[in-house]
């Protein structure tokens, strides 16, 4: 049996593997054999990790999530303002980068797969009520000192999270007229007509 650091090693590749093949390929399209073949594995080696196709796709969407956060630690923990850290939030999330946008089609391919599984909807909702926490934490903390208006947090946070899950899936859908330079855009404008105190 592998050592606990060894396992823990190689169910991240698999996970980094299955998350590469289903933003190329898409949720249906993918089969054990495929990530496998990305990680340099066997489909044996996979299947130790993973009974089937499912419970792996359900810990790649879970890791998705996961290391989305981590990658935005750092403006989670600074010493910006509110509105400073939801504005780097905005920008952090643009699909901008290679790895955003592999995770952008992975949340894609959540979403689409959710509609017809109730196991999905609920990873959906729970990693979705986690970032809408973060997102009116920072909100709450702004009206605290002064720096954000009225508004419900809450209701803030859904906005701001559906403002760049709508924009953004229209950038990765090739949108002429929502381009990656109008997103960044209409997002700063938002933040900076709506967020902070009148």
Same mark, same amino acid.
């Given at each position: 049996?592998?050592?606990?650091?060894?396992? @823990?090693?190689?169910?991240?590749?698999?996970?980094?593997?299955?998350?590469?093949?289903?933003?190329?390929?898409?949720?249906? +399209?993918?089969?054990?054999?495929?990530?496998?073949?990305?990680?340099?594995?066997?489909?044996?080696?996979?299947?130790?990790?993973?009974?089937?196709?499912?419970? %792996?796709?359900?810990?790649?969407?879970?890791?998705?999530?996961?290391?989305?956060?981590?990658?935005?630690? @750092?403006?989670?923990?600074?010493?910006?303002?509110? &509105? $400073?850290?939801?504005?780097?939030?905005?920008? +952090?999330?643009?699909?901008?980068?290679?790895?955003?946008?592999?995770?952008?089609?992975?949340?894609?391919?959540?979403? &689409?797969?959710?509609m017809h599984?109730?196991?999905?909807?609920? %990873?959906?909702?729970?990693?979705?009520?986690?970032?809408?926490?973060?997102? @009116? $934490?920072?909100?709450?903390?702004?009206? +605290?000192?002064?720096?954000? $208006?009225?508004?419900?947090? &809450?209701?803030?946070?859904? &906005?701001?999270?559906? @403002?760049?899950?709508?924009?953004?899936?229209?950038?990765?859908? $090739?949108?002429?007229?929502?381009?990656?330079?109008?997103?960044?855009r209409?997002?700063?404008?938002?933040?900076?007509?709506?967020?902070?105190?009148?």
């Amino acid at each position: 049996m592998p050592r606990p650091k060894v396992e @823990a090693e190689r169910r991240d590749q698999i996970l980094r593997a299955a998350c590469k093949v289903i933003a190329e390929r898409g949720f249906r +399209a993918v089969r054990v054999a495929d990530v496998a073949r990305e990680a340099g594995l066997s489909s044996g080696i996979v299947h130790y990790y993973f009974a089937n196709k499912r419970d %792996l796709v359900r810990a790649t969407f879970e890791q998705n999530f996961e290391r989305s956060l981590r990658r935005r630690t @750092a403006i989670l923990d600074s010493d910006r303002d509110a &509105v $400073g850290k939801l504005r780097a939030l905005v920008d +952090a999330f643009l699909p901008q980068d290679a790895e955003t946008v592999q995770s952008w089609h992975v949340w894609a391919e959540l979403w &689409v797969e959710a509609m017809h599984d109730p196991d999905l909807q609920e %990873l959906n909702d729970r990693a979705y009520g986690e970032w809408r926490r973060i997102i @009116a $934490g920072i909100v709450r903390d702004g009206q +605290a000192a002064g720096q954000i $208006g009225d508004a419900d947090p &809450v209701e803030l946070a859904n &906005v701001v999270v559906a @403002a760049l899950d709508g924009l953004a899936l229209q950038v990765l859908a $090739g949108s002429r007229t929502m381009t990656l330079t109008r997103m960044r855009r209409t997002c700063r404008s938002f933040i900076d007509r709506v967020v902070p105190v009148p």
